[in-house]
């Protein structure tokens, strides 16, 4: 009894340490909770199977908070318990997110070839961007040799309404997926000549997909012009956007269909790369620009 009544003393600390990160809600858990939830996750996947006492001794945690946490990592998926055994081992949605992170270092990978020879070919920037909630992100960018100041970085998101990469995302989206996405973006206007409304998208969207590129016709900036190709995925579907952003001073006639073209060719190469065959895509990409 007296040791009983032990352990229940000894867990009075951190019970009250629990509900007290309990109580940030929404808000977010303390680095100290997120640190308890890998070094369980770690401990699980160097043990395959494990059970809460267990648990509780090699990490010196007390037992509700290692309860706790693998309740909620259950109900999330990333952990199971087994029915015989009541142990508990991690499932492949961990596999699942390893594998996604995988996929985009290979996207960046395979996409810095054909974009430094679009970069070494034209001398202008040359993006690689993803879908983004509301926006795009640029993951990739080879800049411009011609010293061009563009608002635009690794890591930097930008609209979608207002953008050749943007609108290329959105235009190989399922339509009533657009339109939702859509309707979480602020249209703000970054020059005259910005798209202001989720229906002038909308409208221009499936001709984006006929052609087969999008375009920004200085839409995000003043003086400069941007063409974007997609990039597929082994299952044909969409997974980022290939760009080549130049100056409108430096549009002459033959520019748009030159540069379409090296997009083209490009995408198709590192959609190649990724495991794409052009009969899973959902659309061929269109003829040559007129």
Known sequence: MA???KQRKDDGAPQAQDAENADCGDKGESASSIGRVFAILGAIGDSGQIGISELSQRLGMSKTTVHRVIQTLKALGYVTQEVETERYRLTIRLFELGAKALESVDLVREADVEMRRI???TREAVHLGAFDE???IYIHKIDAD????MQSRIGRRNPLHSTAIGKVLLAWMDPADA???L???EFRKSTQKTLSSAEAVLNILPHVREQGYGEDN???EEGLRCLAVPVFDRFGRVIAGLSISFPTMRCGADTKSHYVALLRKAGLAISARLG?????APQQIAAEPG
Do not use: F
Request: charged share 30%; no cysteine.
């Open 179 to 181: 339109r939702e996405v």
């Open 134 to 136: 509301d926006a795009i």
């Open 218 to 220: 200085e839409e995000q």
């Open 276 to 280: 794409y065959r052009q009969a899973t």
């Open 183 to 185: 309707s979480h973006v």
């Open 146 to 149: 011609y010293g061009l100041r």
């Open 119 to 121: 970069g070494e070919a």
């Open 3 to 5: 040791s009983a009544g």
